[in-house]
């Protein structure tokens, strides 16, 4: 990393980890609050201090990380830009706002990062590495990682989930120096139940101002990395969380108000998670743009310039002959080739394309190491 870098994205995506595994760092110093720095060998320093040695550190041509950037008061920015052209500075910002506090025509910083967003881990390497097609939707979010090992290992400790969550997102917010309001919450507890047009949560929670304020809220949201826009072939926009461990939390707590109370969850929504991850893992194999089909009922739409080359019914159980047939009819009204995904297994040949658990995990190494295809599936 030659470049001073921004890098940024919301908490608990892993960035702190990626910096400390991946660069050689000969300054690491973590923004404690804007007063206080803690050191790589858990010294707290004043921040006037921790500063000074930074500037020591790039002059000599060393590379320095600044953790947690956003918390660095900005009257410290003109002394960085003094520093620029001495050796290397990573700013890692738990953010969106920082991006635009950094890119800022005002910024005296503008001109000297170059911006890296770490959002949630792709389907393709999670599933590349832990060959479950299933699990590895859920570790997309790596603050899960360390707490389970299958999907049944969430499904049962749904409670504790549920509690991280919602602190999770209060954490998000704080850093963001916005305030959780109910509001907020409602809006994210119903795009967990899957309600994601803005008209209907504005009916359910009927804020002041209607529709207006709810998409305004929703883009906001979008904006901090926790909801994701997805195009429709009827011109609207999908809106879901985008992360999936939370998006699940998200609907038990809404459903069942899990974080309060012992309760045995029938069930989760799952296969919208799969959905959509393997959608968007299937548009950069196909080197398309993920679209949703909610009027025809199309799980995944993979859209090239304004046509849609593929489309596919994606289960996470297997795909029956009627299912499969009903599904194939229903799609090829809408793009030029269709295809089956099962997470079980390999659908019949009903379509242009089956896709069971072997076929995925070859398609997910494929994509990890950079390679798509444009009309030849596997």
Known sequence: MGNWTLIYGRRKTGKTTLVKHNLRMDLYVLMADPGNVITLDDRVVKVDEAMREVRDVLHRGGLVVIDEFQRL?????????????????????????????????????????????????????????????????????????????????????????SLISKGLVGEVFREEDRELTDTYYRILLLLGEGVWRTSEIAGIIQPRGGVATVSSMVNKLVKMGFVKKIPTLSRENYYKVDSPPLSLTLYAESKYAVGERDVEIPDLPVGREVQFSVGEMLARYFRGTLYYSPKEDIDVVIVRGRRPIWAFEVKVGEITREEAMRAVRRMSKVAEKVGLVSLRERPGDYGDLSLGPRELLEIARKVSRGESIQDNPP
Do not use: H
């Not at 900005?74 to 706002?97: K, R, T």
């Not at 299958?150 to 989930?161: G, M, N, Q």
């Open 73 to 161: 008061p900005e009257v410290y920015w003109s002394m960085i830009s003094n520093w620029a052209g001495s050796g290397v500075l990573v700013a890692v910002g738990s953010s969106y706002g920082i991006v635009n506090r950094v890119f800022n025509r005002n910024s005296p910083l503008l001109g000297l990062f170059t911006p890296m967003e770490v959002g949630i881990i792709s389907y393709e390497d999670v599933l590349s590495q832990v060959e479950d097609p299933l699990l590895s939707v859920l570790l997309r979010d790596p603050w899960v990682i360390p707490f389970i090992d299958s999907y049944d290992d969430f499904t049962r400790r749904i409670k504790e989930f």
